[in-house]
């Protein structure tokens, strides 16, 4: 297995700004994952992106994924003070039934009104 | 639906003791994982279950932890004796198959070991 690594590790913005996240690891993965996590309360999925798309939306969601430079981005356009949370990225390689998601450090997203 | 349910939200308890906690998955889902999160840390996968079936345990930190699944809508994770450094917020999640896809979690049980 192996983690992604976020970076930032914070960010803050005004809200009606765009936020953009990067996340990069180390070998070839099957797909990515975007994990949100507000204060208090459990991961919640975004979006999986596979290892043969480039780019993947969901709302005010759009992630891309570049695989020759091993990294993705998660942009959250017009983003609003509810979007304040901490965001991962789970690269996961599969290798069958021992296949496990591997979390970064997370990226603290704060969206002043 | 309901998602993952898990119970107790928040455990205080002594150095000593003996913690259960408690997870109902997602019903039809197949995997269930068990992690830690602490600010030193990060987020820790200790136990991944499939079809009731441990698969990968190498997270679990020592022997004092344990943790079963008897059958597929419930697991615990058991801590024997607890120590101050056992203090964190511990997930459930579980997903329909594996870990390639959505993993669904529980919002967490705040464990404080005094």
């Known amino acids: 297995s192996q983690q992604g690594e976020e970076d930032p590790q914070a960010l803050s913005i005004q809200e009606g700004e765009n936020a953009t996240m990067n996340c990069s690891y180390k070998?070839?993965?099957?797909?990515l994952q975007w994990y949100r996590q507000n204060s208090g309360r459990g991961l919640v999925h975004l979006i999986l992106?596979?290892?043969?798309?480039r780019e993947k939306h969901s709302g005010r969601l759009r992630v891309t994924l570049d695989t020759s430079k091993k990294s993705s981005s998660l942009l959250i356009t017009a983003s609003r003070a509810a979007d304040t949370a901490s965001y991962f990225c789970?690269?996961?390689?599969?290798?069958?039934?021992?296949?496990?998601?591997?979390f970064g450090k997370g990226i603290t997203l704060s969206v002043r009104p | 639906d309901a998602g993952v349910i898990q119970s107790p939200r928040h455990e205080v308890t002594e150095m000593g003791q003996e913690v259960t906690l408690r997870c109902k998955p997602i019903?039809?889902?197949?995997?269930l994982f068990w992690y830690r999160q602490t600010m030193m840390r990060g987020l820790e996968l200790l136990i991944y279950?499939?079809?009731?079936?441990?698969?990968?345990d190498s997270g679990m930190p020592e022997d004092r932890f344990s943790a079963k699944m008897p059958n597929a809508s419930f697991s615990t994770l058991k801590i024997q004796p607890s120590e101050p450094r056992d203090s964190a917020v511990y997930f459930c999640?579980?997903?329909?198959?594996?870990?390639?896809?959505?993993?669904?979690f529980g919002d967490g049980t705040r464990l404080s070991i005094l």
């Open positions: 999640a579980s997903s329909p198959r594996y870990s390639n896809q959505p993993q669904h």
């Open positions: 070998t070839s993965i099957n797909n």
């Open positions: 019903s039809g889902h197949n995997s």
């Open positions: 789970a690269p996961l390689t599969y290798t069958g039934a021992n296949s496990k998601l591997t």
């Open positions: 992106i596979r290892s043969n798309e």
């Open positions: 279950f499939n079809n009731n079936v441990p698969i990968d």
